[in-house]
Each structure stands twice: as C-alpha cells, then as structure tokens.
C-alpha cells in the first residue's frame, strides 16, 4: 500500500510538471507573435525624381522577417490646369509587388532590420491613355529602423485618447532605405508609420 502511494505520487508529479512545461510552451508559442503593418511615404530615383508611397505587411518568428511589400514610383512630368483644377497629366508610375526575407533586431523600444528577396514590377508611362507598359522582375532590398513603446501600454486613439486594456498592439514611427535592382532600377528614403506588434 505504501508503495501505491508512492507512485500515484510520483506519478502526480511527473504529470504535474509535464503540464506545467506544456502551459509554459503555450505561453512561449502565444507570446512570440510579431505582427505589424507600415505606410511609407518619401523620396525615390529610378532615372528620374520620384515620389515614393508603399505598404508592407511584416511578420517576424525569433529574428526572421517576412515582408510583403507594395510600393509606387510616381513622377510627374507635366500637369494640365485649368484655373486651380487639374485636368490631366502626364506621369511615369514604377510599381512594386515583392516579397522579403530577412533578419530583424529588438532592443527596448526601436528594431533595426535589413532583407531582400524577389519582386514584380512594372513600368508605365501615361497621358490621358495608357502609352506603354513594360514588366520585369527584380530584386528588392529593404533596411530600416523604428521605434515604438517598449513596455504594454493603453492603445490612444489619434494618439491621445487612451482605449482599453494596456497591450503590446501600437504605433511606430521609423526610416527606411528601399531598393530595387531590376531592368529599371530604383533607390529611396522614406519615413514609416506603422501599427501592430512589434516586439514580444
């Protein structure tokens, strides 16, 4: 009888932490989510002066960064008016579907990262109509810094009207260096705004 109750015992304490390990493996697994979307707005060059708009769509496990990115190239060469109202003009838009791997890093409240992979892109020049479009692959290159609260906070709506629970899901603001080596070529600057979760 004693050693009955010594097993269930022992038993109980095995199970007893296996269970513990496995509520903690959960809680690591829930924990680790890194989710977070940016808006960039800045400078670009492919030949030509440009103004540079994208979104990206960031997922991060340990120090790997997936990135889906969209970017336009739009430069504007002439615009017709008529009083204060354009009417019509002529632009070239270089534009942007790529998909990123790299590496990030977290410290507090900012992360550095850098990544590249492949894109789509294409190339249009218009006037009223549609003059050419060419397409072509490339190889898009990514790296930045942002920063953001380093500890929970409560989310502020428009930045100053605190909302709920304090949580992890907020702002960034940041730099970026984008680039894409291709047929037509591209380098620029541009500051991030972003939203999500972006550390552990």
Same mark, same amino acid.
């Given at each position: 009888m004693k050693n009955l109750f010594s097993f269930i015992l022992f038993a109980g304490l095995l199970i007893?932490?296996?269970? &513990?390990?496995?509520? +903690?493996? *959960?809680?690591?697994? !829930? &924990?680790?989510?890194?989710?977070f979307a940016e808006a960039n707005f800045g400078y670009s060059y492919f030949s030509k002066d440009a103004l540079y708009s994208g979104l990206s769509l960031n997922f991060?496990?340990? +120090?790997?960064?997936? !990135?889906?990115?969209? *970017?336009?190239?739009?430069?504007?060469?002439?615009?017709?008016w008529i009083i @204060? !109202?354009?009417?019509?003009?002529?632009?070239e838009r270089y534009s942007e579907? *790529?998909?990123?791997?790299?590496?990030?890093?977290?410290?507090?409240?900012r992360a550095f990262h850098f990544s590249g992979g492949i894109s789509y892109n294409t190339?249009?020049?218009?006037?009223?109509?549609? @003059?050419s479009k060419t397409s072509f692959f490339g190889f898009p290159i990514g790296v930045g810094v942002h920063w953001f609260p380093s500890e929970a906070e409560r989310f502020r709506l428009f930045g100053a009207i605190p909302v709920g629970k304090p949580t992890r899901f907020a702002g960034s603001t940041g730099i970026k260096l984008n680039?894409?080596?291709a047929k037509t070529s591209y380098i620029g600057v541009a500051f991030t705004f972003g939203l999500g979760f972006h550390k552990n």
């Open positions: 007893g932490k296996g269970y &513990s390990q496995q509520q +903690n493996d *959960s809680i690591s697994k !829930t &924990s680790n989510l890194i989710l991060q496990k340990r +120090n790997d960064l997936l !990135t889906f990115r969209f *970017s336009r190239n739009d430069h504007i060469q002439e615009i017709g @204060v !109202t354009p009417i019509s003009q002529q632009r579907h *790529s998909l990123l791997y790299g590496k990030r890093y977290i410290k507090d409240g190339l249009e020049k218009r006037g009223e109509n549609l @003059v680039a894409n080596i």
